[in-house]
């Protein structure tokens, strides 16, 4: 099974991402391909630049690794509530190429933050809207006071119920 994982943030030390790539490789034998959204970094999304540029090749890359996993793994960071804007960007220029940006792939999203709200508003937003941009969204969960729950040492969750309930839901990217 190829996995796609990554965080919806373009912080170089995203705990976000830590979860990502924790979270994907719970599954057995799966080829884990942790990808980065700074490596999709354009111009910020407007139809005028549309009209201009058409589809930068960041969006169409991002697209394609999509297009060749079998299961994706979603880590959203939230800044002021919503999606970063990198992963904004990133987004709104890849729904332009398809609006079924997840192509039906089957998701786990997540969600993770310092503080006990866990990032949960963007991932409610992003659990809200996945149906409309073809996501089989299997699961979610929202990790509260990251730093709290996750033991960075032995690179895992420390908490027994986040833990069980995380990988009850990777489980079901397995069928």
């Given amino acids: 099974m190829n996995v796609l994982a990554f965080a919806a943030s373009n912080s170089t030390h ?3 991402r830590t979860l990502a790539s924790y979270a994907a490789n719970l599954i057995e ?7 980065d959204i700074n490596d999709y970094e354009m111009p910020i999304f407007s139809d ?12 169409k890359a991002f697209y394609r690794k999509i297009s060749k996993a079998d299961a994706l793994v ?14 904004k960007n990133l987004f709104d220029w890849t729904s332009r ?6 192509q039906h792939k089957p998701a786990v999203f997540l969600s993770t933050s310092p503080g006990p709200g866990g990032a949960a508003s963007v991932l409610a937003s992003a659990v809200n ?4 941009f073809a996501a089989d969204l299997k ?23 986040i833990r069980q309930e ?6 079901l990217l397995q069928g």
């Fill in 166 to 171: 995380l990988r009850e839901a990777i489980q």
């Fill in 29 to 35: 034998g799966a080829n884990v391909e942790m990808l």
């Fill in 48 to 59: 005028v630049r549309e009209a201009e540029l058409g589809q930068p090749e960041q969006a």
């Fill in 14 to 16: 995203s705990i976000n």
């Fill in 97 to 102: 190429i398809d609006g079924k940006v997840f």
């Fill in 129 to 132: 809207s996945a149906p409309y």
């Fill in 139 to 161: 699961a979610n969960v929202s990790v509260p006071s990251f730093h709290e729950n996750f033991d960075l040492q032995a690179n895992e969750i420390s908490n027994h119920e």
């Fill in 74 to 87: 979603i880590s959203f960071a939230e800044h002021n509530g919503t999606y970063t804007a990198a992963y």
